[in-house]
């Protein structure tokens, strides 16, 4: 175990290369337990589960790789990572925050209820389905490139918001919108999503009421595109006056029309 | 409105010289039947009328009664009654006829053709009342051998043991959320389970924050829906159950009505008021074994493997190889729920048509996993229309552990199977949320009631297993010896592995 020093603050340092996940966890575990607040763990590559039911306050960077399941089921804990995710960071989680420098996988954030998400690459598909929102600490999962398809699928709460940061769009009437996939927002019913651009009604699975805003027309939708920035030291400042798709339910019960209910 | 074809299914009889027009008909009745005319003579809307026996077994002078309304037409062996209904009903709403409860289709019942056996003479029978009885087990991962280290003398365990969880008596109430079911009725059943030293189980919905004194007893379910899912709720749980799938309605979704969601309930939940509350049919982070692998390993370690994880399947025609799967994907645990397992809401061709009797399921799979040399590592239990002592000690003699029970638990509290708990207006006040109808499930008394059950059963259970000269439950699980099959054809005894009835060991 070594220390390190980053940003003037001191951070315990775990080699990760090839230590078997149960392992690594189980000494984060104890790490955080014992109230270190900051721990940096080098050459992760794939591990799996990092931070998952983790409490507290602690700040963990990652160099690398994160492996399946990163900080899922967690609330609090604040996971910064240079490099990507594999599949299901911030599953269920219900607090804290996830930064990821590069890309994620499929199923980012699902059925998240509390906390922050920020993604500077693109996310895979099935992200965001069944998000719903505590009170006190809202749910929310910005993705600065492109999301694959199933987006937001069954939301019942919070907040996702697609940037497409790196991605010129030039839309004809009818185009598919290239920041999604097919079958945006299937059984949404809570919740708001934000996608930058127009979308074809064909690439949409909800029912959903779609409308055009800009951040600077909406204030929620500005303040998440600027934690978006602060948190990757990003300048979003060319995307206020962008035109972004709201998505939100028309009703909370999307299926109750295929039930009798009667008797 | 055009004229509904729909006939009511119950008429209300109500026997003028006895009422005295006390109007407690009108009150108990949680779906409005009863009300009082202009000519000061109550009258009741048949067509509201589910038959829940609550005005029956309240009225105090007995003037009511509520028979089937058979005469519908001309119906037949092949067009029964509730299929012209059914069809009436759909053409006027276009909808998937939504139901409760289990399946309660004329289906081979297996338990009522398996007979268990005794002792006489050569090997006698146990006397309960004078010996002891062994009813405890113990749910968890076993582990393959045990390594032993220390000087001599002084050996130990080397390494800790996987963690187990142990049952006074070898069943445990089922899942049944607070949303489908009323938190006085969450209560009851934790009260009992600790009392009886034995499991309660949240649920999809989350835990309600009253159920704090109770987590010791407690089994908190993860569920494709995610509710109310966060660490302090896997921390509270002593087992952790994954549920895949649900008896009454395999493979598909969850689905609390909005009319349920109160306030309450969707803070538990974390949704709007008044939302649906969905359960996607499957867990959109599990398409495969390997996928439930790592939720399996994702709970272990957000417990720091501290709790055993269960992994709850309805019981379907491939449940074997399912099965095998699952134990090896890392649970520790395996819940079959079969094709009589009861649930809050379920589309009624979905909840009649599909899946397995537990009795086959836990056979089928019971063998499997010995046959792969998985069976002692795991856990086993069974779900779905167990009705008494003695169905549960034939599950056992199948190849259970331990039995989950559903249905027979809402009986005690005073169910009466109407099959409307969908509609969240249950005159007995446990499907409800209504607080002038939860009222009437007292939490101590409901608890009482289990109690008394579950020590009657314990008690018969120990006469059976005197009875046959074994005791202690360790030696019956899987003992299919003790059974004998009754009027099945060889290729259904095959399957459950019993002989047939006359065939000596
Ligand atoms: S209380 Fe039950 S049985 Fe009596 S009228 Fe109402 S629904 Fe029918
Ligand atoms: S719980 Fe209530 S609504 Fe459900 S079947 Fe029993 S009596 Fe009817």
Redesign the pocket.
């Known amino acids: 175990m070594i220390r390190t020093t980053v940003g003037g603050r001191a951070m315990k340092v775990i080699e990760s290369k090839g230590v078997p996940y149960r392992e690594l966890n189980r000494e984060i575990r104890r790490l955080v337990a014992a109230g270190e607040d900051r721990l940096l763990l080098r050459g992760v590559n794939g591990q799996r589960y990092i931070g998952a039911g983790l409490k507290g306050m602690a700040r963990l960077e990652i160099e690398g790789t994160a492996g399946n399941n990163l900080g899922a089921m967690m609330n609090g804990l604040s996971i910064y990572v240079h490099g990507n995710v594999q599949d299901g960071a911030g599953n269920t989680m219900s607090g804290g925050e996830i930064v990821v420098r590069g890309s994620a996988g499929d199923i980012t954030g699902y059925a998240m209820r509390g906390g922050k998400i920020l993604i500077q690459g693109n996310a895979g598909w099935r992200v965001g389905i069944h998000m719903k929102s505590r009170e006190d600490q809202p749910a929310v999962l910005v993705i600065g490139g492109k999301a694959g398809d199933f987006l937001g699928e069954y939301m019942a709460g919070g907040t996702i918001v697609v940037l497409g940061l790196d991605t010129p769009l030039h839309q004809e009437r009818e185009s598919a919108n290239p920041l999604i996939g097919n079958y945006l927002a299937s059984g949404m019913h809570g919740g708001t999503i934000y996608i930058r651009g127009r979308i074809p009604a064909w690439q949409i699975r909800g029912q959903v009421q779609t409308g055009l805003t800009t951040p600077e027309e909406s204030p929620p939708l500005w303040n998440w595109i600027e934690q978006f920035a602060a948190g990757l030291h990003l300048d979003c400042s060319g995307l206020f006056r962008e035109i972004f798709t709201c998505l939100m339910p028309q009703g909370a019960r999307p299926y109750a029309h295929l039930y009798d209910h009667s008797a | 409105m055009p004229r509904s074809l729909v006939p009511p299914e ?1 008429l ?1 009889h109500r026997d003028e010289g006895r009422c005295t027009k006390c109007k407690a ?1 009108i009150r ?4 409005g ?2 009300a009082e005319g202009p000519d000061d003579r109550i009258s ?1 809307n048949d067509q ?9 077994v309240m009225c105090p002078t007995g003037a ?1 009664k ?1 028979t089937a309304n058979k005469e519908i037409g001309r119906e037949n062996a092949y067009w029964s009654a509730e299929r012209l209904r059914e069809i009436w009903r759909q053409a006027e709403s276009g909808g998937a006829i939504l139901t409760s409860m289990g399946c309660d289709r004329n289906y081979p019942v297996y338990f009522d053709h398996l007979l268990l056996n005794a002792s006489q003479v050569t090997n006698p029978s146990i006397d309960p009342l004078r010996e002891p009885m062994e009813i405890r087990t113990f749910l968890g991962r076993k582990p393959e051998k045990l390594s032993i280290a220390g000087p001599p003398g002084e050996e130990r365990l080397a390494g800790p043991l996987p963690p187990e969880v142990r049952l006074e008596m070898p069943v445990m109430f089922a899942a049944m959320s607070f949303g489908s079911i009323s938190k006085n009725t969450v209560l009851a059943l934790a009260k009992a389970a600790k009392r009886m030293g034995i499991m309660f189980n949240t649920g999809e919905g989350g835990m309600n924050p009253a159920l704090g004194p109770f987590r010791d007893h407690m089994i908190v379910q993860v569920a494709s829906g995610r509710f109310g899912v966060d660490s302090a709720y896997l921390e509270a749980g002593r087992i952790i159950e994954i549920k895949i799938g649900q008896g009454a309605k395999p493979g598909i979704g969850g689905h609390l009505p909005g009319e349920k969601v109160n306030a309450e309930i969707a803070r538990t939940r974390g949704i709007p008021t008044g939302a649906d509350a969905i359960s996607p049919a499957p867990h959109h982070d599990i398409y495969s074994i390997e996928d439930l692998r790592q939720l399996i390993y994702t709970l272990k370690e957000a417990t720091d493997y501290q709790k055993p994880v269960a992994v709850k399947i309805a019981a379907v025609h491939n449940v074997a190889a399912i099965a095998s799967g699952i134990v090896r994907a890392g649970a520790d645990i395996v819940v079959l729920d079969g094709l009589r397992g009861g649930t809050g809401a379920a589309p009624k061709m979905i909840r009649d048509h599909i899946g397995l009797p537990v009795e086959l399921a836990i056979a089928v799979v019971d063998r499997r996993l010995r046959e792969e040399g998985l069976r002692e590592q795991v856990s086993l239990v069974a779900g779905g229309g167990i009705r008494s002592s003695a169905d549960l000690l034939k599950v056992i003699c199948l190849g259970a552990d331990a039995a989950y029970l559903g249905t027979a638990a809402l009986l005690a509290l005073g169910c009466h199977l ?1 099959q409307r708990c969908y509609t969240g207006k249950c ?1 007995w006040g446990i499907a409800t949320q209504d607080p002038s109808l939860t009222k009437r499930v007292d939490p101590e008394a409901g608890a009482d009631r289990l109690v008394n059950l579950l020590t009657a059963w314990q008690h018969e259970l120990k006469e059976f297993m005197g009875a046959m000269g074994i005791n202690a439950l360790e030696s019956m699980r899987g003992n299919r010896l003790q059974l004998r099959g009754v009027g099945l054809p060889q290729n259904e005894l095959d399957q459950l592995g019993v002989k047939q009835a006359g065939e000596a060991m």
């Open positions: 119950f209300v008909c108990q009745c949680g779906f039947v009863h009741a509201r009328c589910v038959n829940c026996q609550r005005c029956v009511l509520i109407c005159s």
